[in-house]
């Protein structure tokens, strides 16, 4: 059975972010699994840290369950991802003991930090699944076999100096926003907090707007996730891209966006050549 590995950073991320795209994975038969790789430990002004880790430990479990996903225990501390030795061995062990052929994670440039590393440390330690000579921890065999990652579009769809940012290609997720709505809606504790850090006027509602967002950008879709495919190069052959292949009609190619992985898109909604 194929599986799909959603890599993020904090408890919510891959609700509010890839879990409609992980959800269709599963209904099309694929394993997924969930991967944050922070505990989520100052997500509030009022619950210390120590009490808050378990109440947002059980929560992402709730979630992962409620959507069929494989829960992975998160590996550092809020503002404690760092791209660095330690952290990413942890990473890569989880990587190849799941040996997803789809890496879901955050992009490469987004308006936190933690986000930004999550998404270097999924990067190099898909790019290292295949070497032995590289020790993980806890120790794991290498693997071999391609593996494509995809970027998520960061949070107000914008780079941290306010240049908008384009998807490489959308993902329907209208028939399963409901099932998305109640995953993030497990995260009772976050909803205080982001309506008072982040200024969110509705902590699901925030979650219906980007999607809708996101749909609207796509000129098809209700409700959409936006991807871009990094490039193939140390993970895969050039044309393998299995979100595509898998969810047909619900795959939506930007026909003036770059997925990288040597594609160029020409023509009209859908339709793109390889060079």
């Not at 409609?20 to 969930?34: E, P, V």
């Not at 052929?101 to 990067?123: G, K, Q, S, W």
């Not at 999607?211 to 044309?239: C, I, K």
Request: aromatic share 8%; net charge positive.
């Amino acid at each position: 059975m194929p599986s799909a590995l959603a890599i993020a950073a904090h408890p919510d991320d891959i609700e509010f972010l890839m879990a409609g795209t992980l959800i269709l994975l599963r209904r099309a038969g694929w394993k997924i699994h969930y991967f944050n790789l922070s505990s989520g430990n100052c997500g509030s002004a009022t619950i210390p840290p120590g009490r808050l880790r378990g109440m947002r430990r059980k929560e992402a479990k709730a979630a992962a369950k409620l959507m069929g996903a494989v829960w992975h225990a998160p590996i550092a501390d809020d503002l404690e991802i760092f791209y660095e030795d330690r952290l990413l061995r942890r990473v890569a062990a989880v990587v190849r003991k799941v040996g997803p052929t789809i890496v879901l994670t955050h992009p490469p440039v987004d308006y936190m930090e933690d986000h930004v590393n999550t998404c270097r440390l999924a990067v190099t330690a898909a790019f290292s699944r295949g070497m032995p000579n590289y020790r993980t921890e806890p120790s794991t065999p290498a693997i071999h076999g391609d593996v494509t990652i995809y970027h998520a579009m960061p949070h107000g769809l914008c780079d941290p100096l306010g240049a908008p940012a384009s998807a490489g290609a959308w993902v329907d997720t209208t028939a399963v926003q409901e099932a998305k709505r109640a995953a993030l809606a497990v995260h009772s504790s976050q909803r205080a907090w982001l309506d008072e850090s982040q200024g969110m006027d509705s902590y699901l509602q925030a979650m219906e707007d980007f999607g809708r967002e996101v749909g609207r950008q796509s000129g098809r879709f209700e409700h959409a996730e936006g991807w871009r495919r990094h490039t193939h190069l140390g993970f895969s052959a050039a044309g393998v891209d299995p979100l595509h292949t898998v969810l047909g009609r619900s795959f939506l190619v930007n026909p003036v966006g770059s997925r990288g992985g040597g594609v160029r898109f020409r023509g009209g909604v859908g339709r793109e050549s390889r060079v």
